[in-house]
């Protein structure tokens, strides 16, 4: 895929570049749209209950990687049953005159992957793409991230929130219409921005841990924006709500898609206006500061904590802070 130049340090997050051209105006062509799916210079880009196909490979986030991960795209000409039996179908975009487009197979059980004609010698697997992500191809996994996250929001709005009326897709899976006249409302792709937010304190970083992630994981603190409110009071809210701590100086990152389900993260800095913590427990199971030696420890896997995914944001903003010295 061609890399267009960087508008800013958020084409460096996993699952942002900006490889395709979304091609809006091309989306109520009826026509145009039927002729590329009929193209051998198109794309289907499967999806079943939020897995993604890849090849796994045999490579480990973290470890030496000599077959790693790979996006499996199927050329749409030739898989015209997983077309014909795709859920929804979303134009996904053009990367130059090749079309992508986004099916939806999670209608039965998980579809025989040997009748998907796609690249020779792969073994294809629907896959979390959250384990996948690290080690794909950033543009492929952009582009998973966008089918995962679209098709996502068709299953969460099959029917009219005013009416209850199920609902028909309209422009080529970027609407959502209510067919009852006395309703009529449109639904358009909907995200939940989401703040999260590296906190400093002199030479150290506030970390928590949720009880549920695995054993010493460690990440930022993160929490959803609330109707009415600014992203930056948002960031200083969920940091008192979570570790009572006070911040001031919020500082925008980058952003990162999310589509874990349907997320856009948000990424700050903040300093801390002190090192006291009052642990919420309903919320973190442990919050504490970290020096930067125990962070570059982690980092390197030779300490007792572990940080984020590198799939993540959290990490990217816990290694610019490292960057920074």
């Known amino acids: 895929m061609t890399e267009p130049p960087p508008l800013s340090p958020s084409d460096r997050n996993f699952f942002a570049p900006r490889t395709l051209d979304r091609a809006a105006h091309r989306r109520k062509d009826a026509a145009w749209i039927a002729a590329r799916m009929a193209d051998p210079t198109s794309f289907l880009v499967p999806v079943w209950r939020s897995r993604n196909l890849i090849d796994p490979g045999d490579g480990e986030p973290g470890m030496a990687v000599t077959d790693p991960p790979a996006a499996i795209l199927l050329p749409a000409s030739e898989n015209r049953a997983a077309l014909e039996r795709s859920e929804e179908t979303v134009f996904l975009g053009l990367d130059g ?173 903040a300093t801390a206006l002190d090192d006291t913590i009052a642990l919420n427990d309903q919320e973190l199971e442990a919050a504490a500061w970290f020096d930067r030696a125990t962070i570059e420890a982690a980092a390197r896997g030779e300490a007792g904590i572990t940080l984020p995914r590198p799939v993540s944001i959290a990490r990217r903003l816990v290694e610019a802070w490292l960057e920074q010295g």
């Open 97 to 269: 005159d090749a079309a992508y487009f986004a099916i939806d197979l999670s209608g039965g059980e998980e579809p025989e992957v040997e009748t998907l004609t796609g690249v020779a010698g792969a073994r294809p697997v629907f896959s979390d793409l959250r384990f996948a992500g690290p080690l794909l191809d950033k543009h492929h996994g952009n582009l998973l991230a966008y089918a995962r996250g679209m098709l996502t929001w068709h299953r969460r709005h099959r029917f009219c929130g005013a009416c209850g009326t199920p609902t028909e897709t309209r422009d080529t899976g970027h609407l959502r219409v209510c067919p009852n006249p006395d309703c009529a409302q449109h639904q358009f792709p909907r995200t939940d921005p989401a703040v999260i937010m590296l906190v400093t304190h002199g030479d150290r970083c506030l970390l928590g841990r949720q009880a549920v992630w695995p054993e010493g994981m460690h990440s930022t603190l993160a929490g959803f924006v609330e109707p009415g409110e600014t992203l930056e009071a948002a960031v200083a809210r969920e940091v008192f709500e979570e570790a009572g701590v006070r911040v001031a100086d919020v500082r925008y990152h980058s952003s990162q898609p999310w589509p874990f389900p349907t997320s856009l993260m948000l990424g700050f800095f």
